[in-house]
Structures are given as C-alpha cells and as structure tokens.
C-alpha cells in the first residue's frame, strides 16, 4: 500500500511537470492547463479515484501558499492601494455571499438562506495563483497587479470567515447578525495579532539564535504553519495570521537573514510554491469525475444548469462591483485624498474579470461536512460540491483565456509613469556604483594611496560597474571592505525604493544579485582558507 501510494504521488508530480511545460509551450497560464490535465486523467479507465481530504488542503497547503504569496508582495504597493484591496477584500467579499444567498435561495429548491450564505462564502474569493500566472504572460500596469495580488492576501480570510459562520447558522438554524458582526472583527483583529505576535517570535530566534542557513529553512518552512494552527486553535482567522506575519517577516527579511539564508530561502520556497500550487489544480480536475457520482438524486444537466447560474452572477458582480468602486472613488476623492481619483473604467475591468475562483474555494467546499451534529445528513453538500467545482472550472477556463484579451482590447496606459525598466536600471547602477565610490574616498582615502584591490575597486565604481567581476589575488582585508560597500548599496536601495516612480521588482532583483555577490565572495575565500 505504501509502494503503490508513492508511486501514485510520483506519478502525480512528473504528470503537473509535464502539464507545466506543454502550458508553457502553448503559452497558457499553467493552471488552467492542470486543470484540464487532471480532468482527462480521471477520464483514464484503471485510474485509482481520488478523493482529497479537506485537511490536506487547509493544513498542508494553504499556509505555505499563503505565506509564499505575503513573503513576495510589494508592502509598498499593499500600502498605497490599502483602501480598494480592503474593500473588495471584506465589503466585496461579503457583499458577494449576500447576492449569492439570495440568488440561491430563491431559485435553487431546497436552498436556505443560511446554505446560500455558505454556498456564497465558498466562492467568493478569487484566486491569486490564476491570476497573477495569467498576468505574468501580459502587460499590465504596476497598480493593477499590486490590487489583485493584494486582494487575493485578505479576500481568503473575509470568505472563510462568512464561511464558518454561516456552517454554525446551518447546522443549528440560528443566525443573530449583532453576534456575528462582533465576532467577524474579533477573528480578524485578533488574527493579525497572533499572525505578528509569533512573527516577532520567529524574527528574534532568527536574528539572536546561533542559526545557519540550513536553520533558517527549516524555520522559514514551519513558520506558517505555526501561525495557521494556533490561530484556528485560538478560533480566529489563521489566514490572516500567515498573512500579515508573513508580511512582517519579508520586510525585514534583511535585517535578521544572512545573505546565504536568503537565497537559500528564496530557491526552497520557490520549488515548493510551485509544487504545492500545482499538486492543487491537478486534484480540482481529478477530483470532478467523483462529485458528479455523488450528485445522486440530482441530474446531471440541472446540476450543471446552476453551476453556470452562479458562475455567471459571479462574473456579472464582480465586474459590477469594480465598476461601483471606480464611480464611488472619484465621488470620496472630493473630501479624502485618494491614491488615484480618476480610476476610469478600462481598470476596473481588467481587474474586474481577473476573478478566477480556485484553490480556498475548493477546500472550503471539501471541508462541508457529511452529516450534522444530529447525525442528519448536511442538506444539499453534494451540490454545494458540484457547484463550487463547475465555478472553479468555468471561471479558470473563461476568464482566464480570456483576459488577454481583454487587456489587449482595453488598451490600459500605465498612469504611475513609472520609469521604464532600463532607466531604472540605469539610475541603479548608477547610483550603487556614486555611492560606494564616496565611502571609499570617505573611509579609506589613506589605503587608497597604497592598496591596489582598492584601487581597482575605485576604478570599476569610476566607471559604473556595480559588481566585482574578478577577485582573484585580494585579501580578507578586501573582503571586509568589499562586504561594507555592499551593505551600503544595500541600504542605497532601500532608499531608491521609496521613489514614486520606483518598481519594487526590480529593486529586489538587485538585492539578490548583491546577495549573489556576497556569497561569491564568500565561498572565494571560504575556499582559500
């Protein structure tokens, strides 16, 4: 049993990588294709069926995708645009399970309010693997990517929320709305409080700890779970528990990491990223086939009939509600300064239809449970099922082919004028390479007259290199001042990433490669000694 499970999990791994490659053949946002992949796989005759637990999702998964997502987010881009993230995180979120409770309620027989509630809490939130795969392949400005991976950070959270809440309502036939809202922003307060309180944690062992970098990982690898379990064990939301720790802990990443940590770090949770995410949107498609055995009494042709219903309602709000944010901005910016007071509409929609449901929508289907606590069976589960798999699916394959083209067709200009990628290169080295020179003729204007690693350093600062090509024959005493000049590069870049006009990316591209150097010169003399 255990031979035969290994090799149905090495299968499934060589099966997303051979997926991932024909999507990046074929252009396409890798998602979709494993999708479609898992789908066609479970048609296979001999096919073991796959059933996934709902704990697999939320505990082995979903923190370390989360956390992933916190440690690579532009705090910069988080801040400026905390107004419109929030709101379609929360008051969209929630909004959206209200639309789609009444909907549901009223057209789909059997449906209750309160599974309407749950139904809506499910599948509320977009997906931010979909979409920022998708947008990775096409040009769109700084802003629109910064709100929708933004969004995608907080929207889990608010869903899982109106989610849990509205299970208790099914299960006992309550429901008193002052209780819930009081507890609503309890979980979410006291989430982000547990989420920074054991991400101070980690940033002392980290940082006053005889760590290394092999520590470093495994510490980096258990901090999101931590902080998901004793968030939920606490009863508030683990979601933003790894969230806004996560977020802590990336934007001091370089004051309590060694520069091998961090690219260590970096190369880790990059593959696992990547294995996680697929392993996922493989399971949405080899998971189908059996929802739809379980749809028992219902048919097949109705069941799909209000899976594309609320598909279609969610397509038609969410473009709606982008809409409604655009006009309510240009209306609020007449009395608070907003971060842009003329959004226009050609953004909205682009970010309106960048709403691809996935992998918290499928687990928060999965984890309805079978029966009550009366030992009733949980009414309407299995189409609750169907309907969050035909949602996934559809929004995936229609939205998510179809925004290319719908930002080519919108045309969208990029309003932040942000200095385009080879004069922020530019302006970079160019400022690494004035800064460092002024220190070494502030520090070390006597050993310039005689030392002639020094001087050569001086030299290829002189002419705007910033990185040493060539360390052969220097001394420690080179390396020292070598590592100085990084360190204040280091802190040059920091500085330059508070420009407006600044892209954040590409800042930590040059925080990397001044890592990469560090280690370069490092390991020359780690192998000298």
Request: hydrophobic share 50%; net charge neutral; charged share 15%.
């Amino acid at each position: 049993m255990v031979v035969e499970t290994s090799i149905l999990c090495i299968a499934l791994v060589l099966a997303i990588i051979a997926f991932v490659m024909i999507a990046h053949k074929l252009k396409l946002a890798y998602p979709m294709v494993l999708v479609i992949g898992g789908l066609v796989l479970s048609l296979i005759p001999g096919l073991p069926k796959v059933s996934i637990n709902p704990e697999l999702i939320f505990i082995i998964f979903l923190p370390p995708l989360l956390f992933e997502a916190a440690w690579q987010t532009s705090w910069k881009d988080f801040w400026k645009w905390r107004r419109v993230i929030t709101s379609f995180a929360f008051l969209i979120v929630l909004l959206t399970a209200l639309v789609v409770a009444i909907v549901s309620s009223n057209l789909i027989p059997g449906f209750t309010l309160a599974l309407g509630f749950l139904l809506g809490g499910i599948v509320s939130p977009p997906d931010a693997v979909s979409a920022t795969a998708i947008l990775k392949n096409i040009k769109v400005p700084k802003r629109t990517r910064a709100i929708i991976e933004g969004e995608s950070l907080l929207n889990d959270a608010s869903s899982l929320i109106v989610f849990r809440f509205a299970l208790i309502a099914v299960a006992s036939g309550q429901f008193v709305f002052h209780e819930a809202a009081f507890s609503f922003v309890l979980v979410v307060v006291m989430g982000v409080a547990v989420g920074l309180g054991i991400a101070l944690i980690y940033y002392a062992i980290h940082r006053w700890l005889p760590t290394d970098a092999n520590i470093d990982i495994i510490l980096t690898l258990t901090t999101p779970y931590v902080m998901y379990i004793v968030a939920e064990r606490l009863h508030v939301s683990g979601v933003l528990a790894v969230v806004s720790g996560g977020l802590l802990l990336s934007s001091k990443s370089h004051q309590f990491l060694s520069t091998t940590s961090r690219l260590a770090i970096s190369n880790v949770w990059s593959a696992l990223g990547f294995l996680f995410n697929g392993v996922v949107f493989m399971l949405i498609g080899l998971e189908l086939p059996e929802i739809i055995r379980q749809l028992g009494d219902i048919s097949l042709m109705t069941a799909i009939g209000y899976g594309v219903l609320i598909t279609a309602l969610l397509m038609v709000l969410r473009v709606a509600c982008t809409f409604g944010a655009s006009v309510f901005t240009v209306f609020i910016s007449r009395y608070i300064t907003t971060a842009d007071n003329r959004p226009g509409w050609k953004g909205p929609l682009v970010f309106g239809w960048a709403g691809m449901r996935g992998v918290v929508s499928l687990a928060s289907a999965l984890s309805v449970p079978f029966y009550l606590s009366n030992g009733q069976h949980f009414p309407q589960r299995n189409l609750i099922l169907f309907i969050t798999f035909t949602v996934i699916l559809l929004t995936l394959l229609i939205q998510g082919l179809t925004l290319p083209w719908v930002v080519k067709w919108v045309n969208l200009d990029d309003p932040d004028h942000l200095l385009p990628a080879n004069e922020l290169n530019t302006l970079i080295r160019k400022t690494l390479a004035r800064t460092s020179l002024s220190y070494i003729n502030a520090e070390y204007a006597d050993a310039l007259k005689t030392n002639k690693p020094l001087q050569q350093l001086k030299t290829m600062y002189e002419n705007e290199q910033c990185f040493s090509m060539d360390d052969d024959g220097k001394s420690k005493e080179y390396q020292r001042i070598y590592n100085e000049l990084l360190d204040r590069q280091r802190a040059c870049l920091e500085e330059l990433n508070k420009m407006p006009q600044a892209d954040e990316e590409l800042i930590r591209r040059y925080h990397s490669l001044l890592d990469i150097e560090e280690e370069k010169v490092r390991m020359r003399y780690a192998n000298d000694e």
